[in-house]
Protein backbone atom coordinates (compact mmCIF):
# COMPACT_ATOMS: atom_id res chain seq x y z
CA UNK A 1 0.00 0.00 0.00
CA UNK A 2 1.17 3.65 -0.78
CA UNK A 3 1.31 5.93 2.02
CA UNK A 4 -0.93 8.90 2.25
CA UNK A 5 -0.34 11.85 0.32
CA UNK A 6 0.21 14.74 2.99
CA UNK A 7 -2.76 16.55 3.75
CA UNK A 8 -2.59 20.11 2.02
CA UNK A 9 -3.31 23.19 4.13
CA UNK A 10 -4.44 26.59 3.41
CA UNK A 11 -3.45 28.49 0.17
CA UNK A 12 -2.40 31.09 2.31
CA UNK A 13 -0.13 28.70 4.69
CA UNK A 14 1.53 27.18 1.45
CA UNK A 15 2.14 30.50 -0.03
CA UNK A 16 3.79 31.50 3.42
CA UNK A 17 6.08 28.03 3.14
CA UNK A 18 7.21 29.60 -0.20
CA UNK A 19 8.39 33.30 0.78
CA UNK A 20 10.47 31.20 3.71
CA UNK A 21 12.96 30.69 0.77
CA UNK A 22 12.94 34.65 0.30
CA UNK A 23 16.39 35.75 0.62
CA UNK A 24 17.99 39.60 0.78
CA UNK A 25 19.81 38.86 -1.89
CA UNK A 26 17.06 38.61 -4.57
CA UNK A 27 15.54 41.47 -3.29
CA UNK A 28 18.75 43.41 -3.20
CA UNK A 29 19.14 41.83 -6.90
CA UNK A 30 15.89 43.10 -7.88
CA UNK A 31 16.96 46.50 -6.44
CA UNK A 32 20.21 46.47 -8.52
CA UNK A 33 18.52 46.12 -12.09
CA UNK A 34 15.93 48.67 -11.43
CA UNK A 35 18.38 51.48 -10.40
CA UNK A 36 20.82 50.13 -12.92
CA UNK A 37 19.37 49.20 -15.83
CA UNK A 38 20.34 46.11 -16.78
CA UNK A 39 21.39 42.18 -15.06
CA UNK A 40 24.69 42.87 -16.35
CA UNK A 41 25.17 46.15 -14.92
CA UNK A 42 23.67 45.26 -11.12
CA UNK A 43 25.98 42.07 -11.54
CA UNK A 44 28.97 44.38 -11.74
CA UNK A 45 27.51 46.95 -8.91
CA UNK A 46 26.66 43.51 -6.56
CA UNK A 47 29.74 41.47 -7.68
CA UNK A 48 28.35 38.93 -8.84
CA UNK A 49 27.64 37.36 -12.66
CA UNK A 50 25.20 38.43 -14.88
CA UNK A 51 23.85 34.85 -14.70
CA UNK A 52 23.98 34.43 -10.91
CA UNK A 53 22.07 37.94 -10.80
CA UNK A 54 19.24 36.20 -13.65
CA UNK A 55 19.54 32.91 -11.13
CA UNK A 56 18.21 34.84 -8.47
CA UNK A 57 15.13 36.69 -10.07
CA UNK A 58 14.29 33.42 -11.19
CA UNK A 59 14.02 32.24 -8.38
CA UNK A 60 12.64 35.66 -6.59
CA UNK A 61 9.85 35.04 -9.36
CA UNK A 62 9.43 31.30 -8.63
CA UNK A 63 9.25 32.41 -4.86
CA UNK A 64 6.19 34.63 -5.24
CA UNK A 65 4.41 33.20 -7.85
CA UNK A 66 4.75 35.84 -10.80
CA UNK A 67 7.39 37.91 -12.98
CA UNK A 68 9.12 41.05 -10.75
CA UNK A 69 10.78 42.13 -14.30
CA UNK A 70 9.96 43.27 -17.73
CA UNK A 71 11.71 41.30 -19.97
CA UNK A 72 11.83 42.07 -24.03
CA UNK A 73 14.19 40.31 -26.78
CA UNK A 74 17.65 40.87 -26.91
CA UNK A 75 17.89 42.77 -23.53
CA UNK A 76 18.01 41.40 -20.56
CA UNK A 77 15.74 43.52 -18.76
CA UNK A 78 13.21 46.83 -19.99
CA UNK A 79 11.92 47.49 -16.10
CA UNK A 80 9.84 46.00 -13.40
CA UNK A 81 6.70 44.51 -13.42
CA UNK A 82 3.64 46.25 -10.73
CA UNK A 83 4.86 43.55 -8.59
CA UNK A 84 8.64 44.21 -8.61
CA UNK A 85 8.06 47.50 -8.14
CA UNK A 86 5.61 46.37 -4.62
CA UNK A 87 8.39 44.27 -3.46
CA UNK A 88 10.88 47.38 -3.82
CA UNK A 89 8.47 49.48 -1.91
CA UNK A 90 8.39 46.63 0.74
CA UNK A 91 12.41 46.71 0.38
CA UNK A 92 12.96 49.90 1.91
CA UNK A 93 10.93 48.99 4.57
CA UNK A 94 13.35 45.99 5.28
CA UNK A 95 16.36 47.93 4.24
CA UNK A 96 15.35 50.47 7.24
CA UNK A 97 14.55 47.54 9.67
CA UNK A 98 17.61 45.65 9.22
CA UNK A 99 19.90 48.88 9.82
CA UNK A 100 17.84 49.43 13.25
CA UNK A 101 18.34 46.34 13.72
CA UNK A 102 22.22 46.58 13.05
CA UNK A 103 21.88 49.84 15.16
CA UNK A 104 20.86 47.76 18.02
CA UNK A 105 23.19 45.14 18.11
CA UNK A 106 25.85 47.82 17.47
CA UNK A 107 24.89 49.34 20.42
CA UNK A 108 25.01 46.13 22.78
CA UNK A 109 28.04 44.80 21.37
CA UNK A 110 29.37 48.09 22.86
CA UNK A 111 27.56 47.88 25.97
CA UNK A 112 25.47 50.90 25.46
CA UNK A 113 22.04 48.76 25.42
CA UNK A 114 20.69 46.01 26.61
CA UNK A 115 20.13 44.34 30.17
CA UNK A 116 22.84 44.27 32.98
CA UNK A 117 21.78 41.25 35.69
CA UNK A 118 23.14 42.56 38.73
CA UNK A 119 23.01 40.27 41.90
CA UNK A 120 22.90 42.18 45.59
CA UNK A 121 22.17 40.70 48.95
CA UNK A 122 19.66 43.42 51.11
CA UNK A 123 22.16 45.68 52.53
CA UNK A 124 23.19 46.82 49.56
CA UNK A 125 19.75 46.58 47.52
CA UNK A 126 18.55 48.96 50.22
CA UNK A 127 21.39 51.24 50.91
CA UNK A 128 23.91 51.78 48.09
CA UNK A 129 21.59 50.53 44.53
CA UNK A 130 18.90 53.42 44.62
CA UNK A 131 22.18 55.88 44.37
CA UNK A 132 23.83 53.56 41.42
CA UNK A 133 20.67 52.80 39.75
CA UNK A 134 19.76 56.25 38.90
CA UNK A 135 23.56 57.64 37.99
CA UNK A 136 23.54 54.36 35.82
CA UNK A 137 20.35 55.42 34.15
CA UNK A 138 21.58 58.99 33.41
CA UNK A 139 24.54 57.30 32.32
CA UNK A 140 23.23 54.45 30.36
CA UNK A 141 19.32 55.36 29.34
CA UNK A 142 19.35 52.44 26.84
CA UNK A 143 20.69 49.39 29.19
CA UNK A 144 18.02 47.84 31.56
CA UNK A 145 19.05 47.05 34.71
CA UNK A 146 17.50 43.95 36.11
CA UNK A 147 18.51 42.97 39.83
CA UNK A 148 18.66 39.98 41.38
CA UNK A 149 18.33 39.39 44.98
CA UNK A 150 20.74 36.93 46.96
CA UNK A 151 20.66 35.53 50.08
CA UNK A 152 24.68 35.59 50.52
CA UNK A 153 27.83 36.33 48.87
CA UNK A 154 28.26 32.42 47.97
CA UNK A 155 24.63 32.66 45.91
CA UNK A 156 25.95 35.65 43.99
CA UNK A 157 29.22 33.38 43.20
CA UNK A 158 27.40 30.91 42.55
CA UNK A 159 25.10 32.91 40.13
CA UNK A 160 27.87 34.31 38.29
CA UNK A 161 29.24 31.12 37.54
CA UNK A 162 26.34 29.91 36.09
CA UNK A 163 25.68 32.76 33.62
CA UNK A 164 22.34 34.23 35.76
CA UNK A 165 23.98 37.36 36.70
CA UNK A 166 26.86 39.89 35.21
CA UNK A 167 28.14 41.56 38.27
Avoid: N
Amino acid sequence: TRPAAPARGSLARRVAEYWVGLELRHLSALQAIDEEGSFKEAAIRLGYTPSAISQQIASLERIVGTRVIEREHGRSAVGLTDAGKVLLCHMAAIEARLSAARTDLEAITRGVAGTLRVGVWESVGTRLLPKLALRFREALPEVRLDIVDAADDHSIVRSLERGLIDV
